[in-house]
């Protein structure tokens, strides 16, 4: 069965599945950053595996989608302040409850990425911040979970910390020397690699080695608790509960993805 069929047949999974559920009462504000083959843009359209579900979502649910692109630091701001309804891709963070409630579609393991291996490699989050001498970059607004985040915060403290835009920036950095290694999830970082013809022989250098600390997690949507209705968040969470359980958004990922390259950094849900 070829992809294109296999895409249809998933879609109409889901659509049947979420058709009879209440259509949202506005349309949904959604702006996006570019995030490897999860988010990208061709022009002013959202393209990708999150900007095609919200499509697939809009059409079997009755919700309007109007996606945007805006640097994804502006992106949390945004969401905190609540000038966006939706806040994907995410990974689940308590410092983010607050503004939105979580709903998850996929899993996720971010890990030590490096170009080089010219010195020992820490093998905790503990053990990188104690290694004199090791700068890390980082995409601004990222984040992989509490012991992630004090990570970032002893780093910068330490001024051994490079902050960039995205993860094209941070792969910049890495191969300038700016910095030697950075923590994400390898597929968005192999993603945007592919992605940008100047940074697409970096993937036969790339290594991806585990971290202690960070095991596998939840990825997904947060949904505004500022500007969505309880009705809006209902029906939201309704459909992207259901694409998860049919197995669209693992579908979507393997279909925008090379083969073999989601091992160790993405797993389905259910």
Request: with cysteine; net charge positive.
């Amino acid at each position: 069965m070829n992809a294109t069929l296999r895409s249809g047949l998933w879609a109409a999974v889901m659509w049947a599945a979420v058709a009879a559920q209440a259509a949202c009462t506005r349309a949904i504000e959604v702006p996006m950053a570019p995030v490897g083959l999860s988010v990208s843009f061709d022009g002013e359209r959202g393209v990708g595996i999150y900007p095609t579900l919200l499509r697939e979502l809009g059409t079997a649910a009755g919700c309007e989608f109007r996606i945007q692109r805006v640097p994804r630091a502006r992106l949390q701001k945004m969401f905190e302040a609540g000038r966006a309804d939706l806040l994907v891709p995410a990974s689940a963070s308590p410092s983010r409850d607050g503004d939105g409630e979580f709903v998850p579609l996929i899993q996720v393991r971010a890990s030590l990425l490096t170009l080089t291996r010219d010195r020992p490699l820490p093998r905790s989050l503990a053990e990188l911040v104690a290694t004199p001498g090791l700068k890390l970059a980082v995409v601004r607004g990222f984040n992989f979970g509490p012991a992630y985040e004090q990570m970032v915060v002893a780093l910068r403290a330490q001024k051994r910390l490079v902050e960039e835009l995205d993860a094209g920036g941070v792969a910049r950095a890495l191969r300038q020397g700016l910095a030697q290694a950075t923590v994400m999830t390898a597929s968005i970082f192999i993603g945007t690699l592919l992605g940008e013809a100047d940074l697409a022989p970096l993937v036969k250098q790339l290594n991806v080695d585990a971290l202690e600390e960070l095991g596998w997690s939840e990825s997904g949507v947060y949904l505004s608790r500022h500007s969505l209705s309880e009705a809006d968040r209902r029906a939201l969470r309704q459909a992207l509960t259901q694409s998860a359980k049919s197995g669209r958004v693992w579908q979507l990922f393997n279909d925008h993805h090379p083969p073999g390259s989601l091992g160790g950094s993405i797993r389905p849900l259910f």
